[in-house]
Nanobody, 125 residues
């Protein structure tokens, strides 16, 4: 299956910004999603984007602060994290789903088939 690799995580102060990248090795027609998980907590949907970039979805907790985008020529998805809060601290994972539909950006983790290993985002002063 496709290999996904996240990068861009790090330690940032509250109110700061980070940009995460997800480099994929497979098709450029897969919807992509971002999820996060903190120790002791369940995996949480963050955002997703259709393969054609027609549709994006966001969790209510990040809407207005995070932006998901993609560059199909580079087979890379991005997550811009702005106005970061301590509660955003988590390991962030990208994922892809191999079922191809136009204008489709699923929000359910079980739909996604391939996952990266994660990149840590820590928001602390």
């Amino acid at each position: 299956q496709a290999h996904l690799e996240e990068s861009g995580g790090g330690l940032v102060q509250p109110g700061g910004s980070l940009k995460l990248s997800c480099a994929a090795s497979g098709s450029d027609k897969y919807a992509m999603g971002w999820f996060r998980q903190a120790p002791g907590r369940e995996r949480e949907f963050v955002g997703s984007i259709s393969w054609d970039s027609d549709v994006t979805n966001y969790a209510s907790s990040v809407k207005g602060r995070f932006t998901i985008s993609r560059d199909n020529a580079k087979k890379t998805a991005y997550l811009q994290l702005n106005s970061l809060k301590p509660e955003d601290t988590a390991a962030y994972y990208c994922a892809e789903v191999t079922t191809v539909f136009d204008s489709w950006a699923p929000k359910t983790g079980s739909v996604f088939e391939n996952w990266g290993r994660g990149t840590q985002v820590t928001v602390s002063s």
